[in-house]
């Protein structure tokens, strides 16, 4: 019998390439990594084999025979050990290698074992093949129960690659059906069909070059400017390393001041100063141990009984000496982050976590290297827990608005309000705006908040009609994120359309605005809510942000003053309170004094020629519903709703 192998020897060409590219590119040592090589360079074998027994059992007559017979049990050897490193393979994405230590593996390996027995055995049987002296090469009576056998193993890949998708990324897991949907198509095609055609190991060939190309592409896992190990490989790593508990120490590089020199000496300066620290780096610890988690932060994973503060200290010197790039002396700054095994444990969502938090406070300044402490594990967990329950929270449309009422010191009356954000989460409870907030901001999600908020004090209006008790217009935050937006006002316009609100009952609260915006949106997104008739304050007055400069440059109505100057006055006799009021009121501005506690504040404070006030005096931050009450209330008094209205 002759076979056709022109697929099975453009598939072995195919396979070499694959193999050879593999190996000339560095891969993350896991062991989802090494079994996949070994699928790949069984399946190599297996195809050359395929194609050597072919050759070979047409001319048994003329070969050894003692060759003929070992090549085919070779043949059928690495088909048993093919499928059977496939299913070890799969176990390896799925996390679940930890299996092969439990009886029920001995039980997997039942039907690898009788296939290579059988084989083995084939040559004194004729179980699985024998040669007539005139047919010459045909099947044995095993012949197909050798295929159910092998056949064993995609099935039972595909049980577990669907029982455990949970922890398969989504291409990953799609990537496993199509690989084993090809290898099965194989089989069949060429065991009931095309006989004759060597069909199996091309498809085999066609799945690892799906999985190759799909996530077990060293490229993936590599950074092009630094070729070290990148974010994806240190997650990847890591979960290596947790899932089999192996202890390990965790050191954080993060590079302060390299942006800064990018900008100052240029780009090709400053990377050639971080080739050389590298180049430090990498001879005290191995490639396969360094990660690039982002442009200036690098992850070393050490033993975990590496002595880190010689490390650190030596480091810190090599790079205090700088780097001489062509005739500048070029210095980097560093600062360190220590994950210690002990503090983690084999959590490895909690250790990115760790880092993620220990990197916001790095971007938040300050000095000293941050070593991770149980206290520093608990308020990264309350981090996560505050970033997921506002994530919950804006994705459900569940986020709360309250009001802080403000007072005029001249009418004793509520003439306007200041709606604020609240989050409450059955896991997390009560969620302070100084966490939720600068959360939003860092992650982004500021803008969908800010949105929702800003729809849900219009339904409040609209359904209230606030103005009808005296409050005249209702403060919202605003982030400079938000005004950064093109087309940020036309949204917020057309949100109060629909409600069939005026803007002219908002005045929009702005903190600090830099001078990234350089495209000018933040002056086109106000100068289009003011033209509808809204206002702008500008909010945290004498709170450490640059606002003389906002207050110059845009459209600003009222200031409001923070409660540091308010405290500064009554607590320490400092001028400068009534000092900045006269500054105001002579720029015509309106100013609004927060942080009013006591009644000696609020008489004192009226006399100083503000419009508003705000403060425990008056009221605390309150529920809608209180707010209500409260603006009923006020109507009663000053004669009902007709007087107020008219």
Request: proline residues 3%; aromatic residues 14%; contains cysteine.
């Amino acid at each position: 019998m002759k076979w056709n192998y022109d697929f099975e020897l453009a598939a072995l060409a195919f396979e070499i390439i694959l193999i050879v590219f593999y190996f000339a590119k560095r891969h993350l040592p896991t062991k989802k990594n090494r079994y996949f090589i070994l699928c790949m360079c069984v399946g190599c074998c297996m195809t050359f084999m395929d194609v050597v027994t072919a050759f070979t059992n047409v001319y048994w007559q003329v070969l050894p025979y003692e060759i003929v017979q070992l090549l085919n049990v070779i043949y059928f050897i690495s088909t048993s050990l093919n499928t059977l490193f496939l299913f070890m393979f799969i176990l390896a994405i799925t996390d679940q290698l930890d299996m092969t230590r439990s009886p029920l593996f001995s039980i997997y390996c039942i039907p690898a074992a009788v296939a290579i027995i059988i084989a083995l055995a084939t040559p004194f049987t004729g179980a699985i093949y024998y040669f007539d002296s005139v047919l010459g090469y045909l099947h044995g009576p095993t012949y197909f129960a050798n295929y159910v056998l092998n056949s064993f193993y995609l099935l039972l890949a595909t049980v577990y690659i669907i029982v455990y998708r949970k922890s398969v990324q989504r291409m990953q897991f799609l990537s496993v059906i199509f690989m084993i949907f090809l290898l099965a198509m194989g089989v069949v095609l060429q065991g009931l069909f095309f006989n004759w055609v060597l069909l199996t190991n091309a498809f085999l060939c066609l799945s690892m070059s799906v999985m190759y190309l799909s996530s077990q592409n060293p490229d993936l896992y590599i950074d092009k400017d630094t070729n070290l190990f990148n974010r994806d490989g240190f997650n990847e790593y890591l979960d290596e390393l947790t899932s089999n508990n192996t202890r390990y120490t965790c050191l954080v590089i993060c590079l302060d001041n390299y942006r800064t020199l990018k900008s100052v000496f240029g780009e090709d300066k400053a990377r050639a100063a971080l080739t050389e620290v590298l180049g430090y780096v990498k001879t005290r610890y191995t490639d396969d141990h360094l990660f690039r988690y982002n442009e200036d932060t690098y992850i070393v994973l050490t033993p975990v009984d590496f002595e880190t503060e010689p490390a650190m200290a030596q480091g810190r010197m090599t790079l205090d000496g700088g780097f001489n790039i062509d005739g500048e002396q070029i210095r980097l700054t560093v600062r360190f982050i220590v994950v210690p095994y002990d503090m983690v444990g084999s959590d490895a969502e909690l250790v990115m976590d760790v880092i993620k938090f220990a990197l916001k406070k790095v971007a938040l300044g300050g000095r000293g290297d941050i070593i991770v402490d149980e206290e520093f594990v608990r308020k990264s967990r309350r981090s996560r827990d505050v970033e997921s329950a506002m994530g919950m929270a804006i994705e459900r449309n569940a986020v709360q608005i309250y009001f802080m009422p403000m007072f005029s010191p001249f009418t004793e009356r509520m003439e306007r309000a200041e709606a604020l954000a609240r989050i409450f989460d059955e896991n997390v409870g009560f969620i302070p705006p100084s966490e939720f907030i600068a959360e939003a901001e860092r992650n982004g999600s500021i803008i969908a908040l800010g949105r929702q908020i800003f729809e849900k004090t219009c339904e409040f209006i609209k359904d209230q009609e606030p103005y009808r008790y005296g409050v005249e217009r209702i403060s919202v935050n605003l982030s400079a994120k938000q005004l950064m937006q093109e087309g940020m006002a036309d949204e917020f316009m057309d949100i109060a359309d629909r409600n069939g609100v005026s803007m002219e009952r908002f005045s929009f609260d702005i903190a600090e605005v830099s001078d990234r915006d350089s495209t000018g949106m933040v002056q086109k997104n106000m100068d289009r809510l003011i033209s509808r008739g809204a206002e702008f304050a500008l909010n945290d007055y004498g709170n450490g942000y640059s606002s003389l400069e906002n207050i110059m440059k845009l459209p600003i109505d009222l200031v409001k003053i923070d409660r540091t100057l308010v405290r500064s006055y009554f607590e320490s006799g400092s001028m400068l309170l009534p000092d900045v009021i006269e500054m105001f009121r002579n720029q015509k501005l309106k100013i609004a004094l927060v942080g009013v506690e006591t009644k000696d504040m609020a008489r004192r404070l009226s006399v100083m020629g503000c419009d508003y006030l705000e403060g425990y005096f008056y009221s605390r931050t309150i529920p809608a519903r209180n707010f209500v009450a409260m603006m009923k209330k006020q109507g009663m008094i000053d004669g009902g709703i007709h007087k107020l209205s008219g």
